[in-house]
């Protein structure tokens, strides 16, 4: 029986998410024959970590569908299993344990832990939401993404085009497997950002057009601004629509996202901490390795948990958000080569070429960082100008400048360090039992 992995990273109060999950991992259980490892990544402690292992305990049993519940300890013990039997004897071990658990918050790393233990659980795909999320619903009816992400992953492109609604193939996508089925999301913008533009769209647009690529010239860059963060609109769904081939990557979102183990088993995500947007890297690496994707209209719920709207969650993530325009410095070199790779990045077996990725990456360390030193210039003017907290954001980055210019080169070469031992992090995995004993 085919095993997939439904992942919902947390570090946040999640009740009703797990619940809305597990609806959807039965779903796909009965309508597709599959077998679903729910997995729970619980990042929380105390008296939310206990909530979660109790509404996972008084869910349902239902037929194909296994839970997974690790908190942090747990997960630790299967990294570490994992790790000294990847790289023994070579001194790494620790290194890579803080790259894949660290101490902040960390997109990149909380999806790579799921790449992990799916590799080790046996799944052929992880299928990931997030746990600020909600499912539409039509006429009563649930409308899980599953449903695209289970018709039309990992078969060759040609073999399922007539599951889609519309199929844009080129010839020579037609063999290679679909490699990620998506959509995006409904309601509140995805990155803090809106009361920016509400306040001033131009210091909106000032700021916002420092994660586009340098070469983008004006209009283009006013275009990207325009739609980032901002999910499909608002129009909810009233029937099934999916477009096979080359996609756009901006239309995808790491909250409502499928992808190939062929992907994520050969090149992780970067593990950048206290950074926003760090998880987005395989779709953009996915479309420019010319490997087909679907995007499709089953949009998630989308809302700001409550500690996003306090004085503290509001200062922490605009450095996060800040973190990310620095981190484009490397990325948007990362992409432009990637892009120019084009299939070039595949081998004959139609698999990602992680030599090449990583040698990539590799030269982005060697980039002059005053680009980046530009960025904090124009943000630097834009939230004075808006005043108020933004004025204190400005304050707390001019004070930490020198540091987070520094950590966005080191979070590329930590990037680099992972890719390194990646493969050998998944075949170790075929040895290591999640949640096991220590």
Avoid at 20 to 45: K, R, Y
Avoid at 200 to 220: I, K, N
Avoid at 230 to 251: E, I, Q, V
Avoid at 320 to 342: I, P, Y
Wanted: aromatic share 6%; charged share 25%; net charge negative.
């Amino acid at each position: 029986m085919k095993r997939i992995c439904l992942a919902l990273p947390t570090n946040r109060p999640c009740a009703a998410t797990i619940t809305a999950a597990h609806g959807e991992a039965a779903w796909a259980a009965e309508q597709f024959g599959v077998e679903v490892h729910l997995l729970v990544l619980d990042s929380c402690t105390g008296a939310e970590l206990a909530e979660h292992a109790a509404v996972l305990a008084a869910l349902p049993h239902r037929p194909g569908v296994v839970a997974h519940h690790l908190d942090e300890p747990a997960q630790r013990r299967f990294l570490r299993a994992v790790i000294e039997r990847a790289v023994p004897g070579t001194g790494r071990a620790e290194r890579l344990l803080e790259l894949m658990l660290p101490a902040g918050v960390s997109y990149g790393a909380c999806t790579n832990r799921a790449f992990l233990i799916a590799a080790a659980l046996g799944c052929e795909s992880v299928h990931r939401r997030d746990s600020d999320s909600r499912y539409q619903e039509l006429d009563g009816e649930t409308i899980h993404p599953l449903r695209h992400e289970l018709d039309l992953l990992g078969r060759p492109a040609g073999e399922v085009a007539p599951r889609a609604t519309r199929a844009v193939l080129d010839p020579a996508m037609a063999a290679r497997p679909v490699s990620l089925v998506g959509g995006s999301f409904l309601g509140e913008m995805s990155v803090d950002v809106g009361e920016i533009r509400e306040l001033s769209p131009q210091v909106y647009q000032d700021v916002v057009a420092l994660y586009a690529p340098g070469e983008l010239d004006g209009v283009r860059k006013r275009w990207l601004a325009s739609r980032s963060f901002t999910g499909a609109g608002g129009g909810a769904f009233t029937a099934d629509r999916s477009t096979l081939g080359a996609f756009d990557p901006y239309a995808v979102e790491m909250c409502n996202i499928a992808l190939a183990g062929e992907v994520y088993q050969r090149v992780p995500l970067p593990p950048a901490t206290d950074t926003i947007g760090s998880d987005y890297f395989l779709i953009h690496l996915v479309h420019d390795a010319k490997l087909p994707g679907a995007v499709h209209n089953r949009h998630i719920l989308n809302y700001y948990t409550p500690e996003r709207r306090t004085e503290q969650g509001f200062l922490a993530y605009q450095v996060r958000f800040v973190k990310f325009l620095l981190s484009m410095l490397q990325l948007n070199h990362v992409r432009e080569r990637t892009a120019r790779a084009g299939a070039e990045l595949l081998d004959e077996r139609h698999r990602l070429r992680a030599d090449l990725v990583a040698g990539i990456v590799r030269e982005s360390l060697e980039l002059d960082p005053a680009p980046n030193r530009g960025r904090l210039a124009v943000l630097d003017r834009g939230y004075r100008e808006l005043g108020g907290r933004y004025a204190e954001v400005a304050d707390l980055v001019a004070d930490r400048s020198a540091e987070l210019l520094d950590g966005a080169r080191a979070d590329m070469a930590d990037f680099a360090l992972l890719l390194a031992d990646w493969d050998a992090m998944i075949r170790a995995c075929d040895h290591v039992v999640p949640g096991g004993p220590n």
